[in-house]
DNA sequence: GTCTATAGTGTGATAGAC
DNA sequence: GTCTATCACACTATAGAC
């Protein structure tokens, strides 16, 4: 069905579903999701709101698109981190460092798919949870690996897990710049501390 | 003029704004604050939406005294401890604790508060970004002293600082239950990693 | 302090032409 | 793939009775 259609064309439509995804992200950010009209976000990229159906059936389907970004795709592309060669320390900072890129790279769209998540529906929001969920486990199971190596100090690892995936979140909130230096100022620093503690 | 009316009848006023306040944060948690109606929020409490406005001025008003408990709150509350005794860590511990046990009290309000900010007006939203920022940099500092009284490492504080209250209000986001136990459960674990690091 | 009634505006989404 | 036109509904806020 759409296979068929001219490349030329497949891409085109491709092209605009991200614009649109992109430009939604920006303003929901700016004023909050339900604040926003679907005029709102058809006025920035030069088309008419009704216009935008064709790309998504929904204003919630812009959201999940946007939710899907932060979740899924840390998922698939930064906990085969955790599987990589190295000890516990060294795969948790491929994986921090890795995170913060990403979310330097899509930056807004972390800003809202972390906070909007009320306003998807229950199935939509119920399989972001999921991936949501499954990152944090992730985290957690290779916390306790390192205590039980012996590499980090027992303590209670559901909860340090939360501390380090939400220290590591809110960076999209505050961070200026664009460049993998940027991100690695705060990642060296967040690893230090986290690591070796603040205590000289 | 206020002062002039019977105390009943004034303490009946004062009770009804901070049952709005607080059905108010219910909802908006829940469903985001532009998708909440001043209808839903009436109808909780059991009166009419027009009658809401006998008690505050706009809907903007409301998420305004919710931001204000979680920003001028704990900076009239809780920055006082970095002026007592003891040592900066033993200072930021204090901190700490106290911060987390006001998220625990005012859950909900965190929830809403440090992410509906954009839906403030211009000048409530400078207002409460001054609150979060001057207690940012009152944590700054405290890391900057014990830096130089050489208690701490040298790294970069304003980062640490960041990090450090990202991690503490990210708890709003998944707390449960409600004693001074589980917010010591919280912090234990959070100071033990900050303060000694995780490798053993 | 709460009510009813309503003004005025904006919303998400659809139908159908081009 | 984008348009114009429109439906049906919801919204914040106000006026004025009680």
């Known amino acids: 069905m759409t296979d068929s259609l001219p490349v030329s064309r497949r891409k085109r439509t491709a092209e605009r579903r991200t614009e649109i995804v992109t430009a939604a992200a920006r303003i929901f950010a700016d004023q909050g999701y339900a604040a926003v009209g679907m005029r709102d976000i058809a006025d920035t ?21 946007i939710c899907l970004t932060v979740t899924k795709e840390p998922v698939e592309r930064n906990l085969p981190l ?39 529906t229950p199935e939509h929001r119920a399989e972001i ?13 290779l916390l306790v690996a390192g205590m039980r190596s012996g590499e980090f100090r027992e303590l209670n690892p559901s909860v340090a897990a939360l501390g380090i995936l939400d220290m590591l979140n809110g960076v999209s909130s505050w961070i200026r710049g664009d460049t993998d230096e940027d991100t690695d100022e705060v990642v060296v620093t967040y690893t230090a501390m986290l690591f070796d503690g603040l205590r000289a």
Chains 1, 2 share one sequence.
Request: hydrophobic share 35%; aromatic share 10%.
């Open 129 to 141: 949870d999921r991936y949501l969920y499954y990152y944090n486990r992730r985290v957690r199971d």
């Open 45 to 65: 990229i030069g088309i008419r709101g009704a216009s935008l159906y064709h790309h998504f059936p929904s204003k919630e389907e812009i959201l999940y698109a």
């Open 82 to 120: 955790l599987d990589g060669p190295g000890t516990p320390a060294e795969r948790l900072t491929a994986l921090m460092t890795a995170h913060v890129r990403h979310l330097l790279h899509r930056r807004v769209e972390y800003m809202v798919g972390l906070h909007e998540r009320p306003a998807l």
